[in-house]
């Protein structure tokens, strides 16, 4: 089961945070500052999506568990890896970029240890929050099921999830313990995987909404459309004035983390509720063309921007604005290329090796003599 019309906002989210990485001197992040640089933030809307589609794509599924991790390993492992090589060759020796940061990386463990949630690819700092969602997802959905608890009741427990995890971060990022960045406690309390699971089960608890109140979702008419209107204003209004936040606060409250996932998943919700003009274009081929290959995007931004300065930017005379634009356009043609050349061969790959594996143990127990 898949939302097409939520597909293209992991495009929007990706772009917005390669504008973070590399695009900070351009005309369009001036004008659109500060939304057009919240990069972290929409990492926090990649973990509220990620247990949304997860638990819609999932909730009905009858598969077993090796299969579930088969299919988690197809989908990010291939690009990730080479986005991780690619790398590996152009900063291996450079600071924190060394064996034991590779290894980690490698397996998924990096965000686990400070100093190298950014070692080598630094995006990937987040797939390994990810794999900590997709180890534990099985586990959670096991419990939803076996104790039969409404979405209802879920959704309150991920709420006091959220609110208890905001609670220790604030304190921690406003007390001594916070070092500041390139710190061990820096590393701890932004890119530690804990600190974003509860953006993940909100996510997840949006989904369970979702998965039990089906046919009341999809829908036309006035209401959907006030609503996703609103989800939409709010999320930019937040994003782009975070000091009505801070005045509320006291503190840059929309800086800790998992913070914006609580809205993320209302916009996500509203998204899925509505059927109109909207969510039509949004389900347009090509921008769900583009939401596909986000990932690519997402993954490769480093090294292809690393490429690109290296063998590329001297030969153009541009400003360092034009630079930028010319580098995201190689970078989403890159990204489309990636998604048809390496993740959709790879994964249908993977699932054909597991499918003979499976069928070859399956063969052997069956031609095993009788003692």
């Known amino acids: ?55 819609i794509s999932h909730y009905h599924k009858n ?7 088969v299919a988690r390993f197809a989908r990010i492992f291939p690009i990730y890896i080479v986005a991780l090589m690619i790398m590996a060759y152009f900063v291996y020796g450079y600071g924190n970029n060394n064996m034991t940061g590779l290894l980690l990386s490698a397996t998924f463990l990096q965000s686990w240890f400070p100093p190298y949630p950014l070692s080598f690819n630094d995006p990937g700092w987040s797939l390994s929050v990810e794999a900590l969602f997709y180890l534990s997802f099985p586990l959670i959905l096991f419990v939803i099921k076996k104790s039969n608890i409404s979405a209802i009741k879920f959704a309150i427990i991920a709420l006091l999830s959220y609110f208890f995890t905001l609670f220790l971060l604030a304190n921690l990022m406003t007390s001594d313990f916070n070092r500041g960045y390139q710190t061990a406690s820096f590393d701890l309390i932004y890119y530690f995987p804990l600190s974003h699971l509860c953006s993940f089960l909100l996510g997840v608890a949006g989904g369970y909404i979702y998965v039990k109140n089906q046919t009341r979702f999809n829908q036309s008419g006035k209401l959907p459309m006030i609503l996703l209107l609103v989800a939409l204003f709010l999320s930019y209004f937040l994003l782009q004035y975070p000091f009505y936040l801070r005045r509320i606060s006291g503190f840059a ?45 997402y993954i490769l931004q480093k090294p292809v921007h690393m490429a690109y300065k290296l063998y590329i930017s001297e030969y153009l005379d541009l400003s360092s604005g034009g630079h930028f634009y ?38 052997k127990n069956e031609t095993l003599p009788i003692r």
């Open 253 to 297: 409250l929309n800086d800790v983390p998992s913070f914006y996932s609580l809205f993320f998943i209302l916009l996500i919700l509203s998204v899925a509720y509505a059927n109109n003009i909207i969510t039509k274009v949004l389900s347009l081929p090509v921008l769900v063309l583009l939401g596909e290959a986000s990932y690519a995007l």
């Open 1 to 55: 089961m898949r939302i097409e019309s939520l597909t293209f906002f992991r495009f929007l989210a990706a772009i917005i945070v390669v504008f973070f990485h590399f695009g900070r001197n351009t005309e369009l992040a001036k004008i659109a500052h500060p939304i057009i640089l919240s990069g972290p933030q929409m990492v926090t809307f990649f973990f509220a999506l990620s247990g949304f589609v997860m638990m």
């Open 63 to 69: 598969e077993t568990l090796k299969n579930y991790y």
């Open 326 to 363: 010319v580098y995201l356009a190689l970078l989403i043609f890159t990204a489309i290329l990636a998604l048809y050349i390496i993740e959709k061969p790879s994964k249908k790959l993977i699932f054909k090796l597991n499918d003979f594996i499976s069928h070859r143990k399956n063969l």
